[in-house]
């Protein structure tokens, strides 16, 4: 029993040595991604926003449209209705247009667990979380575009995940996947213009198509406007 007790010991002692390694060497990570929900989180605190007050954050289009489209996606996942038309709205609509352009991003998909009446709470709390991945994604694109990682790195993460555009603009919820992957895509341009994989652009990109046509059409130009700007001995398009 003895020996018994000492060999679980030893292996809880080795697991908290490889959690505390891990969280060592990623902790610029964790920073880039918790710093930019802590300020989101105190705004909420300040203005009262669920769960530190009864109010929630409902402005401009989230209230007139993303709030009410939201709920009826959530009740199609729950009942089982279909994705493709809608027979609420005179005399139908093709409802799977009103998805791709509203409701598609990945994220959406963890509605079909929310209650009805926290789907509004849900919406706002992943408003936060888009932050902190908006943060953590700008945190990748300056590590891996300069080769190296230091705090102020970290703290131009919280710049960007943070910004005032975003904290203006965070209540056009269809947006938020393509701003908090943007900084990937930007690293997977860099990454094809020196002769890399193209994963992250892949990836990234790929979400953002996905997510929000309309604003992944923008930044697919930006990604266009950059390759053309490489020099022609240069050119992605020469090495292919």
Not at 169 to 184: E, G, M, R, T
Request: proline share 3%; with cysteine; charged share 15%.
């Amino acid at each position: 029993m003895g020996t018994n007790k000492v060999h679980k010991q030893n292996i809880q002692v080795k697991e908290k040595g490889k959690f505390l390694t891990i969280l060592s060497k990623y902790k610029m990570h964790i920073a880039a991604f918790l710093i930019p929900i802590a300020v989101m989180t105190v705004l909420y605190a300040i203005r009262h926003v669920y769960p530190f007050g009864d109010r929630s954050y409902m402005r401009m289009d989230f209230y007139h449209q993303y709030a009410p489209f939201m709920k009826e996606f959530a009740r199609k996942l729950k009942e089982g209705d279909s994705l493709f038309y809608a027979f609420d709205n005179g005399l139908g609509v093709n409802y799977w247009a009103h998805y791709a352009y509203y409701l598609a991003s990945p994220l959406n998909w963890i509605y079909r667990f929310v209650p009805n009446d926290m789907v509004v709470e849900v919406m706002n709390f992943t408003m936060v979380f888009r932050s902190g991945v908006a943060g953590l994604a700008f945190f990748l694109f300056l590590s891996k575009r300069y080769l190296k990682e230091n705090w102020m790195m970290v703290a131009f993460s919280l710049f960007y995940g943070a910004s005032s555009y975003y904290l203006a603009y965070s209540c056009n919820i269809i947006w938020n996947d393509c701003y908090a992957l943007f900084p990937l895509v930007v690293l997977g341009v860099e990454e094809l213009v020196r002769g890399k994989s193209g994963k992250w652009y892949a990836i990234a990109m790929g979400i953002c198509a996905i997510s929000n046509f309309y604003l992944a059409v923008i930044v697919g130009l930006f990604a266009i406007c950059r390759l053309l700007s490489v020099p022609k001995k240069e050119s992605l398009f020469v090495k292919l």
